[in-house]
């Protein structure tokens, strides 16, 4: 069966410090892995996915497909980074995308 | 108008009403989607059209009645809904091309009294 797991449902960091969020997945199959994110008051959109490798707002996130996992990486976190963030996989080609429950960060100044 | 919108972002219905919600999409896709976000659980994807057909069909109940009349547009008819039906209903569309990214509206909070 399809699942993503995001073990913390809240995580709570001073700004400034580094930020990992956990994502953990299970699928037989090739992953496509996301990460989405929810500011307050605004709509879920997409932050990255693993298949750019890129950076987005200083956040990185590896595909690690010994332990199932992708998890969400910043050095040194920001105010602005609070948030709702959202590990997803797309069952491949199919965009039936599989959603964690979300891990709410707050940044403390 | 851009992006996605869904109507109306607040509803308040009785067991035995029939209300509609809707979605506009403005971005051109060919996939649109309607999703379900409650309290302590996932979003649960509910129903998947591409080119106006169904494609998914979460194992929803038939209480909730998906209509997509062209690929801009998509609805969600609701009749005799129970208490728990009430969440945060999120309406996205996709290109249609396997990238993963949905673009999603702002979602419609029901509440079943």
């Known amino acids: 069966a399809q699942r993503v797991t995001q073990p913390e449902k809240l995580l709570s960091v001073f700004k400034g410090a580094p930020v990992e969020l956990k994502c953990n997945y299970s699928?037989?199959?090739?992953?496509?892995l996301f990460w989405y994110v929810q500011y307050s008051r605004q709509r879920l959109q997409l932050l990255l996915r693993?298949?750019s490798r890129e950076s987005i707002k200083g956040f990185t996130a590896d595909l690690n497909k010994g332990e199932t996992s992708f998890h969400l990486k910043k050095p040194f976190a920001q105010e602005e980074d609070s948030a709702m963030y959202y590990c997803a996989l797309n069952p491949t080609g199919s965009e039936k995308l599989v959603f964690g429950k979300g891990t709410k960060l707050t940044v403390n100044p | 108008e851009t992006g996605v919108t869904q109507t109306p972002r607040h509803l308040v219905m009785g067991m035995t009403n029939k209300k509609s919600l809707k979605c506009e999409q403005h971005l051109g896709h060919n996939a649109m989607y309607w999703y379900k976000q409650s309290a302590k659980k996932p979003l649960e994807l509910m129903f998947v059209?591409?080119?106006?057909?169904?494609?998914e069909n979460n194992s929803v109940p038939s209480r909730f009645s998906p209509e997509c009349p062209n690929s801009s547009h998509l609805f969600l008819h609701l009749h005799t809904l129970q208490p728990e039906d009430s969440a945060l209903y999120l309406c996205?569309?996709?290109?249609?091309?396997?990238?993963?990214?949905?673009?999603f509206g702002e979602g419609s909070r029901l509440t079943v009294l």
């Open positions: 699928y037989s199959g090739s992953p496509e």
């Open positions: 059209y591409n080119f106006k057909e169904q494609t």
């Open positions: 693993h298949i």
């Open positions: 996205a569309s996709s290109q249609g091309r396997g990238t993963g990214e949905l673009f």
